[in-house]
């Protein structure tokens, strides 16, 4: 059973900082990329940040030079480090990753249960 487990988030005032983790497990072959997205009320899944197990990274405009995006490809684990918190960041922040797993060999996306960052101004 393949899984995305998070850690992190919470309230903070703005100017602060949160970091967020997620960890994979299960039948895990390859991960590829592994990153955060974010949903606000009333507002459509965003994509934060993604890295690929080469390291390349992408965020949003609205987060850059704010968040950092790590990953530990040896332990399947990505972070998010959030700096400079807006309240307009708040959300509900999901870990994503398209993995591939055992048996099926097939690239498929998978999500955490989402975690609630609130930003207080």
């Known amino acids: 059973q393949v899984q995305l487990v998070e850690s992190g988030g919470g309230l903070v005032q703005a100017g602060g900082s949160l970091r967020l983790s997620c960890a994979a497990s299960g039948s895990i072959v390859s991960i590829n990329p592994m990153g955060w997205y974010r949903q606000a009320p009333g507002k459509q899944r965003e994509l934060v940040a993604t890295?690929?197990?080469?390291?390349?990274?992408n965020y949003a405009d609205s987060v850059k030079g704010r968040f950092i995006i790590s990953r530990d490809n040896a332990k399947n684990t990505v972070t998010l480090q959030m700096n400079s918190l807006k309240p307009e960041d708040t959300a509900v922040y999901y870990c994503?990753?398209?993995?591939?797993?055992?048996?099926?060999?097939?690239?498929?996306?998978?999500w955490g249960q989402g975690t609630q960052v609130t930003v207080s101004s």
């Open positions: 890295m690929t197990s080469g390291g390349t990274t």
């Open positions: 994503n990753a398209r993995l591939l797993t055992i048996p099926t060999m097939l690239w498929k996306d998978y």
